[in-house]
């Protein structure tokens, strides 16, 4: 299991030209899942993620994250 993850200013997710989810500024996680990957690995790497201190504070430094209340995550596999 590989994940890119990605700050963005904003995003989306298109299905037949239908917009079915919309983001601004958090964080976008492309996600790429292999056979051999288990339920343990999935926790693993959404726990890693929920976590990374990545988002500024009011002093500019990095050190909020999704798990502070920064908001939802897309994830494309």
Same mark, same amino acid.
């Given at each position: 299991?590989?994940?890119?993850?990605?700050?963005?200013?904003?995003?989306?997710?298109?299905?037949?030209? @239908?917009?079915?989810?919309?983001?601004?500024?958090? /964080?976008?996680? /492309?996600?790429?899942?292999?056979?051999?990957?288990? @339920?343990?690995?999935?926790?693993?790497?959404? %726990?890693?993620?929920?976590? /990374?201190?990545?988002?500024?504070?009011?002093?500019?430094?990095?050190?909020?994250?999704?798990?502070?209340? %920064?908001?939802?995550?897309?994830?494309?596999?």
């Amino acid at each position: 299991m590989k994940a890119v993850i990605q700050r963005v200013s904003s995003g989306s997710v298109r299905i037949d030209g @239908e917009t079915v989810g919309a983001i601004n500024k958090r /964080l976008l996680v /492309l996600l790429g899942v292999a056979d051999g990957d288990s @339920e343990s690995d999935v926790r693993y790497l959404a %726990e890693k993620v929920c976590h /990374l201190r990545i988002f500024p504070n009011e002093k500019s430094k990095f050190y909020r994250a999704l798990s502070d209340g %920064e908001g939802s995550v897309p994830v494309i596999s």
